[in-house]
């Protein structure tokens, strides 16, 4: 039946949280003994976990494009950080509008650039070209740049915005946090907004990483910071498509935990860096990594690590204690404003027939390997991300428990599941898979995952940037970069830190053969297959 002959009373609404640089077991409902998150636990004790979902790719705009479009990078070309997504690209958001549902964004989106920092990419000295193979697209790309939402006063978005008809948007990370979030701030409360920013902050006497400038400790009270603001919006919206006859898809996505770390009032002191627990492959023999590990920890130990950047570094203890204890914080400080939404959504009568669902754009390293932050190295802490399929009838139900379920799972797979539970048909060249039969118990008709990475900075001595692929099976994980004569292969069943390159086994040679053609064949069933052809020839 096509959607337009459903009724809009029976079709469910959705609501999709997204959080921001938050690994999967960074949550109470994976295993996490230490930080306390109540109630996104409760929407998974109540609903369905996928235990390993991983990204399509472990960079913010790639995966969040991918997430929208249900499309690995290297077909909807935001291939990494500084290309925006082509507005030509269908996004499952846009399917839903026209389907007559009612589509709200709050939050980041981070679908087009926003630091205002030029690329790094080509380099001075690099060969040089003219023009592009592709032609730029069209239209407004300009529509998160940071700059033009500090500097106009007026500068406003055009909607719809990759499908979303109302959108309350934050850019960048922090108590700076840009886009509406800083225009509310500095019209409604002056004050506060003069003492955001780490010249202001709170001094935080033994922090090694607020000597990065990778945490500080904010003068912007609870009740303001861009969390709670975030949490009220999405309030806010709720209750203006409460009064509307059509279903609804708002998606409440937080900047957070993503460092520099910023938690404010309690969520900061939380937890001690002193109680943390490091990693158990903090302390993996060395001799076992890969050349490339072991280029970043000679880049520590030289006292060359580049610590004050988004991209990742080799960590001491004390750096990597500190990062999860403010990680820890922030976390608590997202559950606690998604209690507060979903206490409204069951206040307003709408969590009787809301889809809730919980993920992240991807992980983040806390010490894994003695590594803080992200960048091209595919450790699970990396690229496996939390996702949560909550369903009206299991929130209700008295003797509802979690369904967890081994499935590989990608980023990719969230469009169509969506789209499949809202009634409306796939389009061609949609790659993910609908998690609807998972959900329902039944296997998926996958053996292995790609994982793409492009990337703008050169690293670990490579002599161009750095490009790779991932092959994540049941119990394997091969990674192959360009120009590199080696690669890196695990076996999760026994190494599940990762800790020992099985690459050069011999024992494993057979085995790597088969994941590498396993590879190809993955690559190729992922090449694009939009559009469809308007004629035989």
Request: aromatic share 8%; hydrophobic share 40%.
């Amino acid at each position: 039946m096509p959607p337009s002959s459903i009724p809009a009373s029976a079709r469910p609404n959705f609501l999709l949280f997204i959080t921001d640089q938050h690994r999967a077991d960074h949550l109470g409902i994976y295993g996490n003994a230490v930080v306390q998150t109540p109630n996104i636990d409760r929407l998974g004790s109540h609903g369905w976990v996928a235990e390993r979902c991983y990204v399509a790719s472990p960079i913010c705009m790639p995966n969040r494009a991918s997430l929208m479009t249900g499309r690995v990078p290297s077909v909807h070309g935001a291939r990494h950080n500084g290309i925006p997504l082509p507005l030509s690209q269908t996004t499952f958001v846009e399917r839903l509008r026209d389907a007559g549902y009612r589509t709200g964004l709050v939050g980041k989106s981070h679908l087009q650039n926003m630091t205002g920092l030029a690329p790094v990419w080509p380099r001075p000295g690099d060969p040089r070209t003219e023009g592009e193979a592709r032609r730029p697209e069209s239209g407004r790309f300009d529509q998160e740049w940071g700059p033009a939402w500090r500097d106009d006063p007026d500068f406003a978005m055009s909607l719809p915005y990759y499908g979303f008809a109302d959108v309350q948007l934050v850019t960048d990370h922090g108590d700076t946090a840009g886009g509406h979030y800083r225009r509310w701030l500095e019209q409604r409360h002056p004050e506060v907004a003069r003492a955001c920013g780490q010249e202001h902050a709170i001094p935080t006497p033994g922090y090694v990483l607020a000597e990065a400038r990778q945490a500080w400790r904010t003068r912007v009270p609870e009740t303001l910071s861009t969390t709670a603001w975030i949490g009220d919006r999405t309030i806010d919206l709720l209750g203006q498509y409460a009064q509307e006859d059509a279903p609804f898809m708002i998606q409440c996505s937080f900047p957070d935990p993503h460092h520099p770390f910023t938690p404010p009032g309690r969520f900061w002191d939380m937890y001690r860096p002193e109680d943390m627990t490091l990693p158990p492959s903090f302390d993996a023999d060395p001799a076992l990594a890969p050349p490339h590990l072991r280029w970043m920890h000679a880049q520590r130990d030289a006292g060359r690590a580049v610590k004050h950047t988004p991209a990742m570094f080799a960590c001491t203890a004390r750096e990597a204690r500190e990062a999860l204890a403010l990680n820890y914080g922030s976390i608590a400080h997202i559950d606690d404003t998604i209690g507060r939404v979903m206490a409204h959504l069951a206040a307003l009568g709408l969590d009787r027939n809301t889809v809730v669902l919980f993920t992240s754009d991807h992980g983040d390293f806390f010490g894994d390997h003695q590594l803080l932050w992200k960048g091209p190295l595919h450790y699970q802490g990396l690229i496996r991300t939390p996702l949560i399929w909550s369903e009206p009838a299991a929130r209700t139900a008295t003797d509802a428990r979690a369904a967890r379920s081994q499935a590989l799972c990608s980023s990719i797979d969230i469009a169509p599941s969506i789209l499949a539970r809202a009634g409306c048909a796939p389009y061609n060249g949609m790659q993910g898979l609908s998690l609807l039969p998972a959900i329902a118990g039944e296997a998926l008709p996958r053996e292995a995952l790609l994982i793409e990475e492009e990337n703008q900075r050169t690293m670990f001595g490579f002599p161009m940037r750095t490009r790779m692929r991932t092959l994540q099976t049941a119990r394997y994980r091969l990674s192959v970069y360009e120009g590199a004569p080696w690669g890196e292969l695990y076996d999760l069943e026994t190494d599940p830190t990762e800790s020992h390159n099985l690459w050069d086994a011999p024992a494993l040679a057979s085995t790597r053969q088969a994941l590498l053609h396993q590879l190809l064949v993955t690559m190729i069933s992922h090449s694009d297959a939009s559009p469809n052809p308007t004629a035989l020839a």
